[in-house]
């Protein structure tokens, strides 16, 4: 319980961050195209290129293990796949009547991508970050695991917990369970709230 709020704090901003920076690269790079596109796209492609959680470890190991680093080093490469998904999503939205009508009303590039495009294709992409607070979690519990973003000795960490739990297996087998229960059922719960949200986007469920 105690570790919970950190954790927390973390994949919060991981997420949103990624959501931000992805959702700008993404529309940018689908509604402009050209050499923009290019451009973004292939910064992204060297993101998503590199294994996350070795660029992860690294980035961390460079600024020292803390809780800091570690939040640091999760949002430098989290980023890269919402601009992916934003902009396929844009490049569908951006062909539509009503940006067609925005255009020859003379509104702004800017102010097309943010009151018409960004609303009509952030619905998929929070079912997909639903999902991914999951994979923070468990890839934060990774880097406690290995030693990596502790605050200090007296700040609980669940992947640390298990790490430390393992040298005391088979007589002490409660210090790594129940933690290694908590980021199990945490996840799958993260699980189960995407696809809930992709079904109520997608309309097969309504309230």
Do not use: C
Not at 17 to 26: D, E, M, N, T
Not at 47 to 59: E, K, Q, R
């Amino acid at each position: 319980l105690y570790a919970a709020p950190s954790d927390a704090e973390i994949s919060t901003v991981v997420v949103i961050s990624a959501i931000i920076i992805g959702g700008l690269v993404g529309m940018f790079a689908g509604y402009f195209g050209g050499w923009v596109d290019e451009v973004l796209m292939r910064i992204t492609d060297v993101f998503l290129a590199i294994p996350g959680l070795i660029l992860v470890i690294a980035v961390a190991v460079l600024l020292g293990s803390s809780f800091t680093s570690a939040m640091i080093g999760l949002m430098i490469p989290w980023w890269a796949t919402y601009a992916r998904l934003f902009r396929s999503q844009t490049l569908v939205v951006k062909n539509m009547g009503y940006v067609d009508m925005a255009k020859l009303m003379g509104f702004r590039s800017f102010r097309i991508i943010f009151k018409h495009v960004f609303h009509n294709v952030i619905d998929p992409i929070l079912s997909y970050a639903a999902l991914d607070f999951g994979n923070v979690i468990l890839t934060y519990a990774s880097l406690t695991f290995l030693g990596i973003g502790l605050q200090g000795v007296n700040q609980p960490e669940w992947g640390a917990m298990v790490s430390d739990g393992l040298q005391y297996l088979p007589h002490v087998w409660w210090w790594s369970l129940f933690p290694s229960i908590v980021i199990l059922v945490l996840v799958a719960s993260f699980v189960i709230l995407g696809d809930r949200l992709q079904d109520v986007i997608a309309g097969r469920v309504t309230y």
